[in-house]
Each structure stands twice: as structure tokens, then as C-alpha cells.
């Protein structure tokens, strides 16, 4: 009898587990359809996943809950990339290696965190990686690949910033200028060289 109840419930924790994951894969799918700006229809998203709409306030409790779930499996993937291209790589190559494994991406973290910030969360992390990062700068300074006179903070929000723009608004970015995405990537991967090569230079004024 035990072994009855304890192998439905491992069907019944995997059946969850199953549904939770179609209902964050088709989240994903629509935000990437449909763009931030048009918010997250749960009823499409409980069709997509072909589920009842009350599966998502029962498994995540509201939309917000949804996109950080959403957020946190996209974040862990993104971590685990950013820890792999940073293996000793200097402040140039590092930053335009996220950009080139990143601009693609058009389904995102910065997408989802955009989103709940639109739907009122104001306890949304926009630098979820702040410290880290405005560490590494540091280091950076102590190689000599960024001047020491520079507003490391306000760098660390410049190039967040930057990078998560572009992230949510390529594809529109492309079409305005009349250009494929891949090509607009290149060209604006070298506007972001010449800038971060700049930062080994004091800042004017200084």
C-alpha cells in the first residue's frame, strides 16, 4: 500500500513538474512572439501549454510569480555562460564576448525582468550580477584595462544598460535601420570595442 502511494506520488510530482515547465517554455515563446510591451496573456499561455488557466495560479500563484520562475531558469543558463566565458579573459574580450553570445537572445532575462518592472514589481533586480561584476572592474583597474580615475559604479550601469537594451530591442533596432540583425550585431559589436578600449584612457577632465 505504501508502495502504491509512493510511486503516485512521484507520478504526480513529475506530472507537476511537467506542467510547470510547458507553461514557462510557452511564456517564453510568447513574449518572444508578441514583444515586453504587449505584457503576458495567461489565458494564451495555459492553451500553448494545454493546461486549465487555473494550473498557473495554482502552480505559480499570479503572472508576476510566472515570469520569475521564467527569470530564474533563464538566469541560472545565463550564469553558467557567463561563468564559462570569463575563464581569463581581459576586460574587452570578456564584455564583447557577452555581447556576441548575448544579442541574440531575444527571449531573455532582460526581456522577463522588463516585464514585471511594466506590470508594477518594483522589487525587481535590474544588475542581478552587480557585485560580481563591479568586482571584476575592479580587478580590471588593477590590470590596467580601465583607467583608474573612472566611475566604476556608473560603468557597471552604463554597460548593463547597453547590453540589455540592445537585447530587447534588436530585432526592431535592425528593421529600423534596414539591416539583418546578424550584420547590425557586428557593426554595433565594434562601436562597443572602440568604447571599451577608450577606458583604458583617464577620463577628460580628470
Known amino acids: 500500500?505504501?508502495?502504491?502511494?509512493?510511486?503516485?506520488?512521484?507520478?504526480?510530482?513529475?506530472?507537476r513538474a511537467e506542467t510547470e515547465r510547458r507553461l514557462i517554455e510557452v511564456a517564453l515563446e510568447l513574449i518572444q512572439k508578441n514583444g515586453v510591451l504587449a505584457g503576458l496573456n495567461l489565458r494564451q499561455v495555459a492553451?500553448?501549454?494545454g493546461v486549465n488557466r487555473g494550473n498557473i495560479y495554482h502552480y505559480f500563484g499570479s503572472r508576476q510569480d510566472l515570469l520569475r520562475a521564467a527569470i530564474n531558469r533563464r538566469f541560472n543558463a545565463f550564469v553558467n555562460a557567463y561563468t564559462k566565458s570569463k575563464a581569463e579573459a581581459g576586460?574587452?574580450?570578456?564584455?564583447l564576448r557577452a555581447f556576441a553570445s548575448n544579442a541574440s537572445n531575444d527571449s531573455n532575462d532582460s526581456m522577463l525582468r522588463a516585464l514585471l518592472v511594466l506590470d508594477g514589481d518594483d522589487a525587481v533586480d535590474p544588475m542581478p550580477l552587480y557585485e560580481g561584476?563591479?568586482?571584476?572592474?575592479?580587478?580590471?583597474?588593477?590590470?590596467?584595462?580601465?583607467?583608474?580615475?573612472h566611475d566604476l559604479d556608473a560603468l557597471q550601469v552604463a554597460l548593463s544598460s547597453f547590453l540589455r537594451g540592445y537585447r530587447i530591442f534588436r530585432l526592431p533596432y535592425?528593421?529600423?535601420?534596414?539591416?539583418?540583425?546578424?550584420e547590425l550585431d557586428d557593426r554595433v559589436s565594434r562601436i562597443l570595442r572602440t568604447w571599451l578600449e577608450a577606458m583604458k584612457q583617464p577620463p577628460k577632465g580628470s
Open 133 to 149: 561584476q563591479l568586482s571584476q572592474l575592479r580587478q580590471d583597474v588593477i590590470d590596467g584595462d580601465i583607467d583608474k580615475g
Open 174 to 182: 535592425a528593421k529600423r535601420v534596414g539591416i539583418k540583425p546578424n
Open 47 to 49: 492553451e500553448g501549454a
Open 1 to 15: 500500500m505504501k508502495d502504491s502511494q509512493s510511486n503516485k506520488a512521484i507520478k504526480q510530482n513529475r506530472g
Open 91 to 95: 576586460f574587452v574580450a570578456r564584455r
